[in-house]
């Protein structure tokens, strides 16, 4: 049985949060969907059939279904020496399988891995960021995007955003349930206002959280690719040079990556306003690079 550990750094203090919160998430639904079965008595084997089979999909497909949507197209060694290089130096240093490679033709700067483990794994780098970067840079941002594979970020966010789509779907179950009996039923009136809002509520709640556990988890990628090239000013420089760089790129050409932003290396759009840091996927520009500049520091009394 070929091993799955690589050699990623692990990050105890950014593991422990991500537990945290995934638990939460976890609990949340575990809560909500047992309020739901024991209101909806008779709902709950359609529901139970229909959220597994929705999650199976999910889990199998949302990859591919994903680098179809962003353009990313396979490429060989000779048609990507530079890119294929970079992935064959980083997957040696992390003891790791190598993925398929692929290019995505789109002027956005940007890069993402998809794959719910390290056989099924893809990584794609966009025209724009491979034209753009320095080998040193792409490396580093390289190195990000298979610590997600090594960690498998790709499965864990798709298990917690799988749980909002369930939300809206009991809801939709709870509400024909609730209006194919009586009316006149004071329980299925008060059903009739109380699922939409509870899950409304519970949606909420669990955006929240699967937004902050990607956060964390983009960190924790950050600082695991910092640790295995050595080289954290390299992902510093890439950090600066594409989000920089997203300024010169067309408004209309960032709407149509925006949708990814849980997939890229970098957000096609970013603001500064807490209000987005809350909702955002990504950490801030500067906590990035001031986590970065802490293991410059760290790396530099060893």
């Known amino acids: 049985m070929a091993k799955d550990r690589s050699h990623f750094a692990p990050d105890r203090g950014l593991t422990t949060r991500m537990t945290v919160t995934m638990f939460l998430i976890g609990l949340l639904y575990v809560v909500f969907v047992g309020a739901l079965l024991a209101l909806l008595r008779g709902s709950w084997p359609f529901i139970l059939i229909i959220a597994g089979g929705l999650f199976i999909a999910q889990f199998w497909f949302s990859d591919r279904i994903a680098a179809f949507s962003m353009g990313a197209r396979e490429v060989t060694p000779e048609e990507a020496p530079e890119l294929h290089g970079v992935v064959d130096r980083i997957c040696a240093l992390a ?88 009316s006149r039923d004071p329980g299925t009136q008060m059903a009739i206002i109380l699922i939409p809002l509870v899950s409304a509520v519970v949606y909420a709640i669990s955006f929240l959280l699967t937004r902050m556990l990607s956060r964390y988890r983009e960190l924790s990628a950050d600082r695991s690719a910092a640790l295995l090239t050595g080289r954290p000013s390299s992902l510093a420089s890439a950090l600066t040079k594409i989000t920089g760089q997203m300024a010169k790129i067309p408004t209309s050409d960032l709407r149509k990556a925006e949708p ?21 996927t990504h950490p801030s520009l500067e906590q990035r690079l001031e986590q970065l500049g802490r293991i410059s520091v760290e790396l530099g009394r060893h």
């Open 260 to 280: 990814f932003n849980a997939f890229y290396f970098a957000p096609a759009f970013s603001s500064g306003e807490s209000l987005s840091k809350l909702l955002s």
């Open 95 to 182: 003891d790791m399988p190598k993925p398929k490679v692929a290019v995505a033709d789109s002027d956005v700067p940007n890069a993402f891995a998809t794959g719910r483990n390290q056989k099924a794994a893809v990584v794609c780098a966009t025209t724009g960021l491979l034209r753009r970067l320095e080998p040193d840079e792409l490396e580093g941002v390289i190195a990000h995007e298979l610590s997600h594979v090594a960690h498998k970020d790709v499965a864990v966010m798709t298990i917690a955003s799988f749980l909002g789509v369930l939300a809206g779907l009991i809801t939709r179950i709870g509400l024909w349930s609730s209006l194919g009996r009586s």
